[in-house]
């Protein structure tokens, strides 16, 4: 078993430029310390510099990661494409030890919209059209219905919102730490 009944493990999962990583910042921005973020382009571009393959050392890190800070009595948000295919089995895991409240999110943005928004990020000219194209996954949800679906429509601040009341951590204390 990992964590408390008390720590909330939020799992964030959507397509490319589908708002992940802003959303994860919104959550920590609205409850301050004690929120561990733990993104998967970050543990497998930066700290492990890594192609996302199967069995890859990244997804063993996340979930140390995220373990090892549910432990320690963070609130926990694991944030990245994390397709269903290659990081199920690891995020089935990680939610069945988890002994508090899980939350599972998928951001989805159609295509065209994430082809938009990637215009806009720093890595525009490392990636182009047709590597998006083979990336994108349609509706790629884990398996039991087990995350809620966030469509484009809903604007940042609302989905921040949204996810700080059905976790819980709108009504729960920053830890000072």
């Known amino acids: 078993m990992v964590g408390t009944e008390e720590t909330r493990l939020v799992v964030l999962r959507g397509n490319s430029a589908s ?7 919104g959550l920590r921005e609205k409850f ?3 929120l561990a973020l733990v993104g998967q382009d970050n543990l497998r ?3 492990l510099r890594e192609r996302d393959r199967p069995g890859a050392a990244n997804i063993g890190l996340i979930d140390l990661t ?7 009595g963070y609130h926990v948000v694991v ?4 397709s269903a295919d290659r990081y199920g089995d690891m995020l089935a895991q990680l939610r069945a030890d988890h002994c508090g409240p899980t939350h599972g999110y998928y951001l989805d943005v159609p295509f065209t919209e994430t082809l938009a928004r990637h215009a806009t990020k720093p890595i525009a000219d490392d990636v182009n059209e047709t590597q998006l194209r083979d990336w994108y996954r349609s509706r790629d949800l884990l398996p039991d219905g087990i995350e809620t679906v966030i469509g484009a429509d809903s604007a ?9 009341l059905d976790t819980g951590l709108a009504h729960l204390p920053a830890l000072d730490r």
């Open 32 to 34: 301050g310390r004690g």
């Open 66 to 72: 995220a373990r090892y800070a549910l432990d320690a």
């Open 19 to 25: 708002g992940k990583s802003s959303v994860a910042v």
């Open 156 to 164: 940042l601040h609302e989905t921040v919102d949204r996810i700080m």
């Open 45 to 47: 571009r930066i700290v």
């Open 79 to 82: 944030e990245g494409i994390l």
